[in-house]
């Protein structure tokens, strides 16, 4: 999927209708979840009433089931109240586990392995309005559909902007000076490949920063389409990288020679015991005296041979 093999799904459902929606993240840390949060509001068409999680660590406490101060303003950005499931009671949430179970065994198994985690949002989409707003119910003896009914609930209009949450992944420097996120590629200064660094979007920001784990900030560009497959590059990375591709380049070491080596006694042993024939005598193949090669070719070449003995020359 493009996150290590690993998703996480946030499904979320309207209470009355029974209408859910979900949202892929790549961690399950607070950002994301908010991220998510947002994600499923906007599906659904607005915002309920009142909340109801399980005792996460991200939106509560799990041993008080107070809820957090960093929870608590985005639900006060949402105009939501929220409620927490008692301790071990989390299955009293039956609406979501449905939709739980409904994810899991008919959309995410048959959900290909090689889609992009954007393809698998998009696909997530289409199944939950394709088979989940299709759905039947009967309501004052009437029998209608999910969508219907989803249509008639009280729900608030949602913020136009999302809550001004940092998203923030683990990204590795790529052999060309690049690091990836969410179906994009981003530049870095040159120098850095194999290290590992902190990507981090703001929602609602149309730009992200790379920085080192540090803090310091290599890199800022403007955020491309999510799953758009697009390299975005600043000019000032493009000449950097540029200069150390030719600074890296010469042409002045010479090309080592090749050198021939015949082949060993025991390599024709070998070779001949493969062929079935019989194996060479120890000398066998080699030139003992050059001056008889040169003797041979002579009358061929028309070039002149010369005893090293005699002195004498032959045409």
């Known amino acids: 999927m493009g996150w290590g093999g690993q998703a996480h799904l946030l499904v979320g ?30 599906r659904l068409g607005g915002v309920t009433r009142l909340w109801r999680f399980d005792r996460m660590a991200t939106v509560c406490h799990p041993g008080s089931g107070r809820v957090t101060a960093s929870f608590a303003a985005v639900a006060r950005h ?8 008692p301790p071990r009671r ?12 409904t994810a899991a065994q008919r959309w995410w198994r048959t959900l290909a392995d090689e889609c992009t985690p954007a393809q698998a949002q998009a696909d997530l989409d289409r199944f939950c309005a394709r088979v989940g707003d299709t759905r039947t119910r009967h309501h004052d003896g009437a029998r209608v559909t999910v969508a219907e009914l989803a249509d008639t609930e009280a729900l608030a209009e949602v913020p136009r902007a999302p809550y001004p949450a940092a998203v923030t992944v683990t990204r590795t420097v790529s052999a060309q000076a690049l690091v990836s996120f969410r179906g994009n590629t981003y530049s870095v200064p040159p120098g850095m490949t194999g290290r590992e660094l902190i990507v981090s979007a703001q929602l609602g920001q149309a730009h992200l920063e790379v920085a080192t784990e540090a803090g310091v900030v290599l890199a800022r560009h403007h955020r491309g389409v999510d799953g758009a497959g697009a390299v975005i590059r600043d000019a000032g990375h493009v000449t950097a990288l540029e200069h150390a591709v030719l600074a890296a380049f010469c042409d002045r070491a010479a090309c080592r020679g090749k050198v021939r080596r015949p082949s060993s006694a025991a390599a ?48």
């Open 13 to 42: 459902s309207l209470a009355h209708s029974s209408r859910w929606r979900g949202v892929l993240a790549e961690s399950e840390d607070q950002p994301h979840l908010i991220e998510g949060l947002d994600g499923v509001l906007r």
């Open 78 to 85: 949402y105009g939501a109240g929220v409620r927490i499931c």
């Open 90 to 101: 989390g299955q009293r949430k039956g609406v979501v586990e449905k939709a739980n179970h």
């Open 268 to 315: 024709r042993a070998q070779a001949a015991r493969l062929r079935g024939e019989p194996e060479p005598e120890p000398g066998a193949g080699r030139v003992a005296d050059f001056a008889a090669y040169a003797a041979a070719v002579a009358p061929i070449t028309g070039s002149v041979a010369g005893d090293p003995a005699t002195g004498e020359q032959t045409r």
